[in-house]
């Protein structure tokens, strides 16, 4: 269960299949198993086509999953869709910005679910879509070039996708500045080092050190099988 409290927070919340029988549970519906479990396509009656269902037809496919389903919602929500089977796949708050949904939206079975989403995001919470990942790259790449100056930097490498975004932005920040490494730990991929050389040999002109430190890590590990303390142990290593 989560907090009851967010949902009289006044803020928008989309509650998606299990969500949405939260939802409805706190605040005094019911919730009931199903006789069988519902897996599959659906065809959904839209009965308010507004707010989140603006653009969605009379009726369209969606995809459900779930063993159980609200069976009666409380006084201050009101059903915005149906199925043959599901009296209520969808309601909505009659005075507050929660809707909830027993399909799913964010699936490509649910043809339109992006419309749902983009509705949600943009007519419900306010948001005006204009964000776009290079505006990011963009802001990014100046915050680091003001706050290094002209300092060197240190970037420390996995070969994962975390570590390989930050070491692009920083290249492209501030250039010969920049300085990687990669620890061979004993725990990459096969030939991933020999991988993430060649990477970076060929894209990023700048200085990339390889420290061999596999029997380092290795023995820090030996005899250890809880994965937690792992992790601990390799981050500690790491650090070091």
């Known amino acids: 269960k989560c907090d009851e409290d967010v949902f009289d927070l006044g803020i928008p919340v989309l509650g998606i299949c299990y969500g949405m029988r939260l939802a ?28 989140i269902f603006r653009g969605m037809q009379e009726s369209e496919q969606v995809w459900m999953s779930h063993g159980d389903q609200v069976s009666q919602i409380a006084d201050q929500f009101t059903a915005m869709a149906k199925t043959s089977t599901c ?40 948001c005006d879509g204009s964000w776009k990942l290079g505006d990011f790259a963009d802001a990014a790449i100046e915050s680091i070039r003001k706050q ?5 930097v240190i970037c420390g490498l996995s070969g994962g996708v975390d570590s390989s975004v930050v070491a692009a932005l920083l290249y492209k920040a501030i250039g010969p500045q920049l300085s990687c490494i990669l620890v061979d730990n004993g ?14 040999s060929n894209h990023f002109k ?6 061999e430190a596999e029997d380092r890590f290795l023995a820090d590990l030996a005899g250890i099988d809880e994965p937690q303390e792992k ?3 390799i981050g500690h290593a790491f650090i070091e």
């Open 187 to 200: 725990l990459l991929r096969k030939n991933e080092q020999q991988i993430v050389l060649e990477e970076f």
């Open 24 to 51: 409805c549970q706190d605040r005094g519906g019911k919730v009931e198993n199903t006789p069988s479990r519902e897996y599959g396509r659906a065809m959904c009656d839209f009965v308010d086509r507004d707010s």
């Open 148 to 152: 290094v100056g002209d300092k060197r």
């Open 87 to 126: 009296p209520y796949a969808a309601i909505r708050h009659n005075e507050r910005p929660v809707f909830g949904m027993q399909f799913h939206p964010e699936v490509t079975q649910t043809p339109h679910g992006g419309q749902i989403l983009r509705n949600f995001v943009i007519d419900v919470c306010g």
């Open 231 to 233: 992790r601990r142990r």
């Open 206 to 211: 700048t200085d990339l050190h390889v420290v």
